[in-house]
């Protein structure tokens, strides 16, 4: 009794683990690449930061640099063609400036990323045991048998059926969703810190969808990993992140608590992705809103925001400048110039119902 009010008063900082530490810390973080006519910039000026086992979905139009931002994190970036500033702090640290060496450590040890297409990551000509084998004996010392027996209970416990008789078998002759979840198993042997999800269930059919994304959840909850949940729809992390940032052309529009991002958007293209999620309860007279237009080319990046030119809050500035972040709440940033339009239309109900609009 006495020890449990000292701990509630002193709180996180004296003494008990770092909960309220961040895990990982983005600063200014960009990503150019080399290409025929020159450099070009896919991510510009990010920064963010994710709590221990805390969630961070990235949300975000095809080429918005969320990849991108996520494999400067693992430093998984084509070198020569690519170059990274900034700076990325994991425990303390910043990765940038750490030897390759230590990044191989780092990688499927403490930090581990799973793709949308499993075989990414797996190897087609092996058994999962002999991979999932390799993965532990990389990166801790013990015998074969002994990684075996984690392995397999890492399978069982992934929710692989009969997973002892299947143990020996090749990646192909598992379903999509088992692939999946055979690498969400080899991925979690290290009981990594952080998850990096790229799309982890885009290729796979809304029931899967639903099981792998609850996986996961319940993974988080039980080895205390952070995850950043990376994808393009935001219907998908609605129940699972914490803290949701919207990308465009590789900049933040706009970052905010779940909470917040849903009830009180703040950014005309937040708005867009929050009108295109579908919503099966409710019968759609029409099609499902999309936002018209498209994403900008890289090289063909408008000045000022580059959503300008899909925008219905457009001004003269926005074509001009690109808009400072404002902090609407301890918990809520935004990069429009348009913000105090946007929530007061917002609030007045101008937008409708937001979620699953017709188009
Ligand atoms: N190696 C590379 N060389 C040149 N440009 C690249 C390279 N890799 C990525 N890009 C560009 O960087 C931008 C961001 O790409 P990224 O893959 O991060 O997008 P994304 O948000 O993950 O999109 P998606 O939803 O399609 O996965 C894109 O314009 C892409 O073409
Ligand atoms: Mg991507």
């Given at each position: 009794m006495t020890?449990a009010t000292?701990t509630?008063?002193r709180g996180p900082?004296?003494g008990?683990?770092?909960?309220?530490?961040p895990?990982?810390?983005?600063?200014a973080?960009?990503?150019?690449?080399?290409?025929d006519?020159?450099?070009v910039?896919?991510?510009?000026?990010?920064?963010?930061?994710?709590?221990?086992s805390g969630t961070l979905?990235?949300v975000g139009e095809s080429?918005s640099?969320?990849?991108v931002?996520?494999?400067?994190?693992?430093?998984?970036?084509?070198?020569?063609?690519s170059?990274i500033?900034?700076r990325?702090i994991?425990e303390?640290r910043?990765?940038?400036?750490?030897?390759?060496?230590?990044?191989?450590e780092?990688?499927?040890?403490k930090?581990?990323?799973?793709?949308?297409?499993p075989?990414?990551?797996?190897?087609?000509?092996?058994?999962?045991?002999?991979q999932l084998v390799?993965?532990l004996?990389t990166?801790a010392?013990m015998?074969?048998?002994e990684?075996e027996g984690?392995?397999l209970?890492?399978?069982e416990?992934?929710?692989?059926p009969g997973?002892?008789?299947?143990f020996r078998s090749?990646p192909?002759?598992?379903s999509g969703?088992m692939?999946q979840r055979v690498?969400?198993?080899?991925?979690l042997?290290?009981?990594p810190?952080l998850?990096i999800a790229d799309?982890p269930t885009?290729a796979l059919d809304?029931?899967?969808?639903?099981?792998i994304?609850e996986?996961?959840a319940?993974l988080?909850?039980e080895f205390h990993m952070?995850?950043?949940?990376?994808?393009?729809d935001?219907?998908?992390?609605a129940?699972m992140?914490d803290?949701i940032?919207?990308?465009y052309?590789?900049?933040?529009?706009?970052?905010?608590?779940a909470?917040?991002?849903?009830?009180?958007p703040?950014?005309?293209?937040?708005?867009?992705l929050?009108?295109?999620?579908?919503?099966p309860d409710?019968?759609?007279?029409?099609?499902l809103?999309s936002?018209?237009?498209?994403?900008?080319?890289?090289?063909?990046r408008?000045?000022?925001?580059p959503?300008?030119?899909?925008?219905?809050?457009?001004?003269?500035?926005?074509?001009a400048?690109?808009?400072?972040?404002?902090?609407?709440?301890?918990?809520?940033?935004?990069a429009?110039?348009?913000?105090?339009q946007?929530?007061?239309?917002?609030?007045?109900?101008?937008?409708?119902?937001l979620?699953?609009?017709?188009?």
């Amino acid at each position: 009794m006495t020890d449990a009010t000292d701990t509630a008063q002193r709180g996180p900082a004296a003494g008990s683990p770092p909960g309220d530490a961040p895990l990982l810390t983005l600063e200014a973080l960009r990503v150019d690449f080399k290409t025929d006519d020159g450099w070009v910039t896919a991510v510009d000026g990010l920064d963010y930061t994710l709590k221990r086992s805390g969630t961070l979905g990235i949300v975000g139009e095809s080429g918005s640099g969320k990849s991108v931002t996520n494999l400067a994190v693992m430093r998984l970036l084509p070198p020569r063609v690519s170059r990274i500033g900034g700076r990325v702090i994991f425990e303390g640290r910043d990765l940038l400036g750490r030897p390759e060496s230590a990044m191989r450590e780092l990688r499927g040890g403490k930090i581990a990323m799973i793709f949308q297409d499993p075989m990414t990551s797996l190897n087609p000509f092996l058994r999962i045991d002999v991979q999932l084998v390799e993965v532990l004996r990389t990166h801790a010392k013990m015998s074969k048998s002994e990684a075996e027996g984690r392995a397999l209970a890492m399978l069982e416990r992934v929710g692989i059926p009969g997973a002892a008789s299947r143990f020996r078998s090749y990646p192909h002759e598992f379903s999509g969703g088992m692939r999946q979840r055979v690498m969400i198993a080899m991925m979690l042997l290290n009981h990594p810190a952080l998850l990096i999800a790229d799309e982890p269930t885009t290729a796979l059919d809304v029931t899967i969808q639903a099981q792998i994304l609850e996986l996961l959840a319940d993974l988080q909850r039980e080895f205390h990993m952070a995850i950043t949940l990376i994808t393009h729809d935001l219907g998908v992390v609605a129940g699972m992140a914490d803290d949701i940032l919207v990308m465009y052309s590789g900049k933040m529009m706009e970052h905010a608590s779940a909470e917040e991002l849903f009830a009180s958007p703040a950014h005309p293209y937040t708005i867009g992705l929050l009108r295109s999620i579908p919503r099966p309860d409710r019968a759609r007279k029409g099609r499902l809103y999309s936002i018209p237009g498209r994403p900008p080319d890289l090289d063909k990046r408008p000045p000022g925001c580059p959503f300008a030119p899909r925008c219905s809050y457009v001004r003269d500035v926005c074509r001009a400048v690109f808009p400072d972040e404002v902090a609407l709440s301890p918990t809520h940033r935004v990069a429009c110039h348009a913000h105090e339009q946007v929530r007061a239309d917002v609030l007045a109900g101008k937008h409708g119902d937001l979620i699953g609009g017709d188009a």
